[in-house]
Structures are given as structure tokens and as C-alpha cells.
């Protein structure tokens, strides 16, 4: 591998750029097994312009933890898969999650500008919110229909 390579599958683990021979050697397994996994839907390694299997970093960890959870935790393919799916959901809600926190918290801060706003002003303390509103007709007095 050229100097540097691995420096830069670090700084970007999502690239695409390993062939099956060089993913299988770094997940320790036989390239056979990665295709099977590609077509069982483990790992969805990306496609070169001749249609040859592209792995990238990421992969190749996904691929070590396959083997881990088969080999030492016993765990059928099935059950594999299962897990990878659900890891994906948990990290999906865990990205929702983040961003509805920050949206919160953007809201409260918005919520104190405006209070600061208030108090800083010529606000009628006179004048409160109403929790109901009622519409109440006034006529003066000599005035009837």
C-alpha cells in the first residue's frame, strides 16, 4: 500500500476504494465470503465502473464485527443482520434525537431574547395575556336596537 493510505481510509471511512481482495485480507476473511455477505445484504459494498466490489473502511470494521458476533458470540446470519439493522435504526434515532435537541435549545434561547426584549421595553405591565378570550359587546348607554 502506498505511504499515507490508510492515513487517509481513516479521515474518510465512508470512500469506497478497497477492492474485495484487500477488504477481505484487512476483515481476515476469504473474498467468497464477502460477496456472500454482499449478497445476503451484510455489507453493501459499492460497484466500480467494470461492476467490480468496492469496500470502504467502515465496511471492512462491519465485516470484523460480522465475524465477531458469528464466530464468538454464535450468532446465525439471521440474527446478524437483524442486529445490523436495528444498530442503524438506533443510530438514525440517536441523529433525530441531536437534532431535535438542538432545535430546542435554539427555542430557548429564542424564548430569552424575546423575554430580555420584553423586560427591556416600554411594555404595559398593565396589560397581562389572557389565558381565555371572551368578545364582550359595549354599547353606550342610550343606545338600544
Known sequence: ??????????QAPDVKVLVISVAARMAGMHPQTLRQYDRLGLVQPGRAAGGGR?????????LQEIQRLSQQEGVNLAG??????????VAELQ????????QLEAA???IAEYE?????????????PAQESALVVWRPRGQQN
Open 54 to 62: 468496492r469496500y470502504s473502511a467502515r465496511d471492512v470494521l462491519l
Open 1 to 10: 500500500m502506498p505511504e499515507g493510505f490508510f492515513n487517509r481510509l481513516e
Open 116 to 128: 430580555a426584549a420584553i423586560r427591556a421595553s416600554s411594555y404595559r405591565r398593565d396589560l397581562v
Open 80 to 89: 446478524i443482520k437483524r442486529i445490523i439493522e436495528l444498530e442503524q435504526v
Open 108 to 110: 430557548h434561547h429564542r
Open 95 to 102: 441523529s433525530r434525537i441531536s437534532e431535535l435537541q438542538m
